[in-house]
């Protein structure tokens, strides 16, 4: 067993139980789950560095620290036909915690239904009933314990430390426009209107890092690399017995005597598998990389949330006045400081809405991110007027895209092609969610504050118009998914086990195995299968023993 003392160098030649790569929101809570047998040993490799960074501990850094490369691996999308040809920024967090450590907190499981496709395509053990208690393993709810919530787990999961007057009053226009009330979008049922839950403790951020991986360090059986970045996995057949990895320059090998475990998000997992000579041979072939193991799905089946931006300017004050005005600025530091309170505390969002986009649905299928302020794009300055954003997305998009290498080197930054609204049903979805936010704005509680329909604005009125507005002004809300995926159909990578099809050794666990992406923000449900797949695991472990 390596010791402690090996987490600031990297480690060569050693022999770990089971190698993790990735400590990302997946990673973490393997290295934890798993390293509390003091029988195994597991190593834990990560590209990014240390979580020290204060901006990554408070709420609202996500300003800082997204776009930032110390902290994000700032992917950039290609020209996508389907947004005008324009490029997204797509921030995946490079640090302990991974993009837990930079997102925007916000605590959403998905719909009950979700999961019970998941299980009807032949995905035993991923129903509803069966994932929910690894969602009340992880949590630790501020309201405490019921039959949807846990209140034992390391997750801190808490109410929004901020109040302000055009949230309310976008909860009682939406209410106004036939929404439901719903103070629990993650319990019984998850239509509605209310304020989001958030992933952290007392006004600051709880990552994966801080909740998951800090308190497993002390234990002697777990080892850290950080900025430890694979290039490939090592494979002796059809088995995957490590790992080869680069830190500074000089590279490393390590060996699992028992399993590699790849956690490195929707990007970086398939990007390591097509390294590694496992994928479409054809794509392999043409950037230079050797098939030893043909996986046509690796990478495909791209999938993410793309929100749709209406600003609206207002007579009432919102954030935007508080945070650009240099007093109210101080004035802000100092609460945040002293109480733990006020607006430093803001996750990405405060109201959340979970309706359907016309009728006839049997459920919803378009999700509100609402912010009492406004920006040209995320994660930026904010206006210099009133106004409040209200972001609409479409919960289960039918496009799909790819992730691609271009090169062996896997220092080199994949192909990503989202192929947003590519489909005549993501398009028309898009059409009718701009409708239900115009309708919840032309509310009385609204109506009365809103000057002006500043994006995309009241020229855009047409279906065609709409649509248009749609494919300009929309930003991805950062929730790529499904690019190993699971299943049993000739794109599926991983089975119900989360083992990769045709090998031995190897198990994908992150954002990536979802066949379908869940409906919702996916950093709870990526949370839960890590926690499902540290019990796959286990057991796998105690069947072999057994079985020796």
Known sequence: MTSIAARRDGVDGGEFDYVVIGAGSAGCVLANRLSEDPEVSVLLLEAGGSDWNPWLHVPVGYFKTMHNPATDWCYLTDPDDGINGRRLQWPRGKVLGGSSSLNGLLYIRGQREDYDDWAAAGNQGWDYASVLPYFRKSECQERGADDYHGSEGPLKVSDLRLRREIAERFIEAAKA????????????????VGYF??????????????????????????????????????????????????????????????????????????????????????????????????????????????????????????????????????????QYVFTRTGPLTLAASQVCIFTRSREGLSRPDIQFHM???????????????????????????????????????????????????????????????VRVARRIAEQVPLAQVITEEYVPGARYQSDAE???????????????????????????VVDDRLRVHGLEGLRVVDASIMPVIVSGNTNAPTIMIAEKAADLIKAHRKASERAA
Do not use: W
Not at 180 to 185: A, F, H, I, L, Q
Not at 468 to 487: E, L, N, V, W
């Open 177 to 192: 426009a036939g929404i439901p009330e719903n103070r629990d979008v993650n319990g019984a049922t998850q239509e509605g």
């Open 371 to 433: 912010q009492p302020l406004s920006a040209d794009k995320p994660a930026e300055g904010v206006h210099p007027f009133s106004a409040f954003t209200s972001s609409v997305c479409q919960l289960r998009p039918t496009s799909r895209g790819s992730i691609r290498i271009t090169s062996r080197d896997a220092r080199v930054y994949p192909s990503i092609q989202p192929n947003y609204l590519s489909t005549d049903e993501d398009c028309r979805v898009a059409v009718d969610a």
């Open 466 to 492: 709409l649509l248009d507005a749609a494919r300009q002004f929309s930003q991805t809300i950062y929730h790529p998914a499904g690019t190993c995926k699971m299943g049993s159909d000739p794109l599926a």
């Open 197 to 334: 839950q958030q992933t952290s403790d007392r006004g600051l951020r709880c990552s994966t890092a801080k909740a998951f991986l800090r308190p497993a360090l002390k234990r002697a059986n777990l080892t850290l690399v950080k900025r430890a970045h694979c290039r490939r996995l090592v494979l002796e057949g059809k088995r995957v017995v490590g790992a080869e990895y680069e830190q500074a320059g000089k590279v490393y090998r390590v060996r699992a005597g028992r399993e590699v475990l790849l956690s490195s998000g929707a990007i970086g997992s398939p990007q390591i598998l097509q390294c590694s000579g496992i994928g479409d041979p054809e794509h392999l072939a043409g950037v230079g990389v050797d098939c030893v193991h043909a996986l046509p799905g690796v990478g495909q089946n791209l999938q993410d949330h793309l929100q749709i931006r209406l600003v609206f300017k207002t007579r009432c004050r919102t954030l935007n006045d508080e945070v650009r005005h240099p007093l109210r600025k101080l004035i802000v530091g100092s």
